[in-house]
């Protein structure tokens, strides 16, 4: 897919859960989870793609796998918890649970939508080193990633609209 296809998706994802798990108690509150959301899956999904994700045009297993993903995930997790907890915003234990299972998510959503590509993921490396494509199509196919990301602001819409 698409990075902006991922970053949609990923704010779609990452937004559910922070308003699941926090709650809408103000419409104040309601955008800062939205835009915490859309810079988590800038962040993990820019990391995935990025950090040694394609050489030479093709995925690699290092960050399109499910232990890439999680391994991303949790550094991008951690760091984001301390950096918080650096300016002297305390967190709650809950509040790193949420972010780690936030991080995550967007994490193998992008592992997910890739997977849907002709190109697929090493979904099992380092231990299976196939590549698992399911729709075998074009990672750039215009009615795909359109669709998908219909799909992802329409529940973005709905989480912002009380």
């Known amino acids: 897919m698409k990075l902006s296809t991922h970053n949609i998706s990923g704010t779609a994802i990452a937004f559910t859960i922070l308003m699941k798990t926090i709650g809408r108690d103000s419409l104040g509150n309601t955008l800062t989870?939205?835009?915490?959301?859309?810079i988590l899956s800038i962040i993990i999904n820019t990391a995935i793609d990025f950090l040694y994700g394609h050489r030479g045009?093709?995925?690699?297993?290092w960050t399109h796998s499910i232990i890439g993903a999680t391994i991303?995930?949790?550094?991008?997790?951690?760091?984001?918890?301390i950096a918080i907890e650096s300016i002297g915003i305390g967190l709650e234990p809950e509040t790193h649970l949420?972010?780690?299972?936030?991080?995550?998510s967007i994490a193998l959503l992008h592992i997910a939508l890739d997977m849907l590509t002709a190109g697929g993921v090493y979904?099992?490396?380092?231990f299976n080193k196939k590549r698992y494509s399911l729709l075998k199509i074009p990672y750039n196919d215009k009615t795909i990633n359109i669709l998908i990301t219909l799909l992802s602001t329409t529940i973005i819409l709905y989480l912002l609209i009380p």
């Open 123 to 126: 979904l099992f490396w380092p």
């Open 57 to 61: 045009g093709r995925r690699t297993p």
């Open 72 to 81: 991303i995930s949790i550094a991008i997790s951690i760091a984001i918890t």
């Open 33 to 38: 989870m939205f835009l915490t959301a859309l």
């Open 98 to 104: 949420v972010i780690a299972t936030t991080c995550f």
